[in-house]
């Protein structure tokens, strides 16, 4: 939920494939997991297109952290039980993009972050995953919806559909295997689910 209500496993119809190149000559891509919520972020200078097309709404900002959750209980400044109520059933999610100006493990000092070595083959396939999280306009450009809750933080309208079933850490343990990272995103509802998984091959 963005992340209280996950009280069923994740789930999707069709099982995601497995990549297996070595990383050797790759990029780091970070987890950060706060909460209940976890979250994934590139070094800005990392990005390519179309991706990076984003960037230009974060000056200066060194890293890119992308959350994805449930749009009304995301969003709410004060999330009340019926907005966790709501988020149970399937409903529009949102994604919120926050800039980072330090390294993740010195900007998040609450969270967990892991460091996760991605080839630039999977590093693309992630890109493509992300910039896919956002719902376009018209004219192919995010669709802003609001200020985030951080300082230069925004949230941007999302595709796909937030459920019991599908939460934020379901979304993105999928990003990290596609990316190439060796978890499997069924089962996952609490943070642990995910993290465990990390610690179970070494990431630090």
């Known amino acids: 939920m963005a992340g209280t209500l996950q009280s069923l496993p994740g789930c999707r119809s ?5 990549y297996q190149e070595a990383p050797s000559g790759g990029v780091t891509i ?3 997991a706060v909460g209940w919520h976890t979250e994934i972020a590139l070094a800005v200078h990392a990005m390519h297109d179309p991706l990076r097309a984003v960037t230009s709404d974060f000056p200066g900002a060194q890293y890119l952290s992308f959350g994805w959750g449930e749009r009304n209980y995301y969003m709410a400044r004060a999330p009340t039980v019926g907005d966790a109520m709501s ?7 949102v994604l919120l993009v926050t800039p980072l100006y330090r390294p993740p493990r010195d900007s998040r000092a609450n969270a967990q972050v892991f460091e996760l070595s991605l080839s630039t083959t999977g590093l693309d396939r992630l890109s493509n995953y992300l910039w896919a999280a ?12 609001a200020a985030g809750p951080e300082p230069g933080s925004v949230f941007y309208a999302a595709t ?3 459920s019991a079933t ?3 850490n379901t979304w993105t343990a999928e990003g990290l295997r596609v990316g190439g990272i060796p978890v499997t995103p069924a089962g996952v509802v609490f943070v642990s689910d995910l993290t465990d998984q990390l610690r179970s091959f070494g990431a630090r």
């Not at 956002?134 to 919806?145: D, I, M, T, Y």
């Open 14 to 18: 069709t099982p995601l494939p497995t």
């Open 166 to 168: 599908y939460t934020c």
């Open 134 to 145: 956002f719902e376009k306009s018209g004219g192919g450009s995010p669709r802003r919806l």
């Open 87 to 93: 988020a149970l059933f399937p409903g529009p999610a």
């Open 30 to 32: 970070y987890l950060i």
């Open 160 to 162: 796909g559909t937030y």
